[in-house]
């Protein structure tokens, strides 16, 4: 994807592979989701409520990039979740796996050129601020892109109006509402920083401090990619985050991964209460 013409063409591309199947499933809600969903570490369950027209894995779907990452199932699943039309990432891809950024962000090109306006992506992140607790949730209010790359190197300048929408991508509102939910539904939610950085490797004690002394709340290896890419088509943003352990660099802990799916998976009925949520404000 090294040129903005190239790059369009495979969006196209994609966007018709997942437009005719999905039309051929005879669905009427086919052409007609608004709302994107990507499904992080562990939270790819999520995907079991929804009524399936079509499941694409990503090696049918040109470009889309296919993940080796633990409990990433590399598909994409288009139908209708609460009632609503929705396309569904199941499992992401990542810097770590070789994968080019221009890449990453591909899927959410291809949601937006399927007419999905708004986006909801989640993800496993641990935690920096000593005032969050493993299973805490995160609602991203900002970014710090620490992958030092973006989708938008591969795409001609952008408007001030995307300049703009880059600076700013989580949406307010939808923070707000996430934050009403977790009130009502009395479990924790915090709106903080999202640290991103290649991975795979888990961070060393002093790149906690580090993260911590910059303003970061939780440290990550996904996400950013996808926001940028968002706020560049216009989208407006809802981005979780499951804290899944917290960094004590005086006291430091083995992170285990399996602990990291289980702990994103017991967390998954709370996100899912939000998305319930917005979904209903959508509808």
């Not at 399936?52 to 979740?81: M, N, Q, W």
């Not at 995160?138 to 109006?161: F, G, K, V, Y």
């Not at 804290?243 to 998976?265: G, S, Y």
Request: net charge negative; glycine share 8%; charged share 20%.
């Amino acid at each position: 994807m090294s040129s903005p013409e190239f790059a369009r063409d495979v969006v196209q591309s994609a966007a018709d592979v997942v437009r005719r199947r999905w039309a051929d499933s005879g669905s009427d809600a086919a052409g007609d989701a608004r709302v994107g969903i990507i499904l992080g570490t562990g939270l790819g369950d999520l995907a079991d409520h929804i009524a399936a027209d079509v499941v694409l894995p990503y090696r049918e779907i040109p470009g889309f990039p296919h993940s080796t990452a633990l409990s990433h199932k590399s598909r994409l699943i288009c139908g209708r979740l609460d009632g609503v039309p929705v396309v569904t990432m199941q499992g992401r891809c990542h810097l770590y796996e070789g994968y080019p950024v221009s890449q990453l962000a591909l899927p959410v090109r291809v949601m937006h050129a399927l007419g999905v306006r708004t986006l909801v992506v989640s993800n496993a992140s641990g935690g920096v601020n000593p005032h969050y607790a493993a299973g805490d949730i995160m609602i991203l209010a900002d970014h710090i892109n620490l992958m030092w790359t973006s989708p938008q190197d591969t795409l001609e300048a952008t408007s001030p109006l995307s300049a703009r929408q880059h600076a700013a991508p989580y949406t307010t509102e939808l923070i707000e509402l996430a934050e009403r939910v977790a009130r009502r539904e009395q479990f924790v939610a915090h709106r903080g920083v999202y640290v991103a950085v290649t991975g795979p490797t888990y961070e060393t004690r002093a790149e906690y401090r580090l993260f911590r002394r910059i303003g970061g709340d939780v440290v990550g290896m996904s996400t950013v990619p996808e926001v940028i890419a968002a706020a560049q088509c216009g989208m407006q943003v809802l981005a979780l985050s499951l804290v899944t352990n917290v960094a004590k660099p005086d006291a430091p802990e083995q992170v285990d991964a399996d602990e990291v799916v289980e702990a994103a998976a017991a967390a998954a009925p709370r996100m899912h209460k939000i998305v319930q949520e917005l979904l209903l404000r959508r509808a």
